[in-house]
T-cell receptor, first 117, second 111 residues
Framework: AQKVTQAQTEISVVEKEDVTLDCVYE???????LFWYKQPPSGELVFLIR??????QNEISGRYSWNFQKSTSSFNFTITASQVVDSAVYFC??????????????FGKGTKLSVKP | EAGVAQSPRYKIIEKRQSVAFWCNPI?????LYWYQQILGQGPKLLIQ????????DSQLPKDRFSAERLKGVDSTLKIQPAKLEDSAVYLC?????????FGPGTRLTVL
């Protein structure tokens, strides 16, 4: 069965600190996708990144970076020099790949990040 | 490009009443999803459509929840009768290939 675990329920940092959000996943599939979504107080889920299981190359996008390690089934997300606008709930998610299209998303419980000025 | 539209944004009902939510996906997106997000948890899939056919409804409480996607475009999700534990945000998402785009959600409160 697929499962996503985000062990950190809440994290509080001061602006400009770096912060890493952890994500551990379980799946028996060899082909799968991993995602991170941001959910600000407005409630809408904002897509941040998608990774497929064959691409373990780490990615950096501005202040955001992602570390995918298949050996430990982890897909961690780091925000460098955090800002108040980064305050939100962040979800890690997993989907299977079947029939040539993406399956439904299995979400973790989310990590609430509070960045204080 | 217009995003996923949902209405209403908020709904308050009493238990045992009925309620319906509407979703208009991004134009051209064949796959449509309904998720339930209970406060403090991640979204959980209720039902997935591919065009107007159901792909996965294994987690839909079929005794009270129903959904349809007529003509493979808009979709409605209905709860009849509602229970207190149905209080949640109901999110609609659509996708064409690999990325799901989410609507703003409908926040349901059952009193």
């Amino acid at each position: 069965a697929q499962k996503v675990t985000q062990a950190q329920t809440e994290i509080s940092v001061v602006e400009k600190e770096d912060v890493t959000l952890d994500c551990v996943y379980e799946t028996r599939d060899t082909t799968y996708y991993l995602f991170w979504y941001k959910q600000p107080p407005s409630g809408e889920l904002v897509f941040l990144i998608r990774r497929n299981s064959f691409d373990e190359q780490n990615e950096i996008s501005g202040r955001y970076s992602w570390n995918f390690q298949k050996s430990t089934s982890s897909f961690n997300f780091t925000i460098t020099a955090s800002q108040v606008v980064d305050s939100a709930v962040y979800f890690c998610a997993l989907s299977e790949h079947y029939g040539g299209s993406q399956g439904n998303l299995i979400f973790g419980k989310g990590t609430k990040l509070s960045v204080k000025p | 490009e217009a995003g996923v539209a949902q209405s209403p944004r908020y709904k308050i009902i009493e238990k045992r009443q009925s309620v319906a939510f509407w979703c208009n996906p991004i134009s051209g997106h064949a796959t449509l999803y309904w998720y339930q997000q209970i406060l403090g948890q991640g979204p959980k899939l209720l039902i997935q459509f591919q065009n107007n056919g159901v792909v996965d409804d294994s987690q839909l409480p079929k005794d009270r929840f129903s959904a349809e996607r007529l003509k493979g475009v808009d979709s409605t999700l209905k709860i009849q009768p509602a229970k207190l534990e149905d209080s949640a945000v109901y999110l609609c998402a659509s996708s064409q290939h690999n990325e799901q785009f989410f609507g703003p959600g409908t926040r349901l409160t059952v009193l």
